[in-house]
């Protein structure tokens, strides 16, 4: 009965299952659309396999037609793009401190980015904001 039981465990396990996949290859920051995808029966675990999680995200490595595509593949669209200005805030107790500053690296509403301080030249380390500001963090 036990061998029976690891027998059946082990063929549910191994069963394909639905990922979402690329119907064309997608170059880095592409905004992806549903046109762009498609579902397919395939033996991958640690993919996404609904399409509405993926449309309207950006992709941050190149996804190939067909291939899965993995969590840390795709994110939330870029709002700032490097060398741009953005505002800085600070903020810390009763303190607060804006100005502005120069975008290190890209990155999309709640990514965590390098910027520098434009008035002291300090590179500091903050995080998007739906406003496309930066929130500076210690």
Known sequence: MIRFLIVFLLAASSSASDVVTPTRTLRPGTLITHADLTVQDVDRTGMFDRIEDVAGQEARIALYAGRPIPFEAIGPPALINRNEIVVLH????????STEGRALERGGVGDRVRIMNLSSRATLFGFVQP???????Q
């Open 90 to 97: 600070f903020r810390a107790g009763g303190l607060s401190i």
């Open 131 to 137: 406003d496309g500001s930066i929130k500076v963090t």
